[in-house]
């Protein structure tokens, strides 16, 4: 299994509160380049604490996010995979994988970047 992909299931599979994560795309210009630290998740959101205190709420279906897990490249991870009740998340993400689905976001196998 590649790097990426393991740190992708790592992230989709998982918790996700507590992750720095940034906002690598968004319908909402507004969001793109934000970062900060997961707070709290619901079905359809991230709430995220930025380094300044301000909280953001970022809709999970129209982003694509860079989590940085430890030990691990940041992995770019699209909502889509993680519009879910978190408990409910694991299943739907294990086949939304295994099938591959399409995305006009790009590709669903996640990326690695190099910080």
Do not use: C, N, W
């Not at 900060?36 to 205190?53: A, C, I, R, W």
């Amino acid at each position: 299994m590649a790097r990426g992909r393991r740190s992708l299931r790592g992230v989709v599979e998982g918790e996700v509160i507590g992750l720095r994560v940034k906002v690598t795309e968004s319908t909402d210009p507004g969001l793109k380049g934000r970062r900060g630290v997961v707070v709290d998740e619901t079905m359809k959101t991230l709430l995220v604490q930025e380094d300044s205190g301000r909280r953001i709420r970022v809709a999970k279906a129209t982003a694509v996010f860079e989590f940085s897990l430890e030990d691990e490249e940041p992995t770019e991870v699209e909502g889509r995979l993680l519009v879910a009740r978190p408990e409910d998340r694991t299943k739907e993400a294990e086949r939304l994988l295994r099938r591959g689905g399409g995305s006009s976001m790009g590709s669903p196998q996640g990326r690695s970047h190099s910080a």
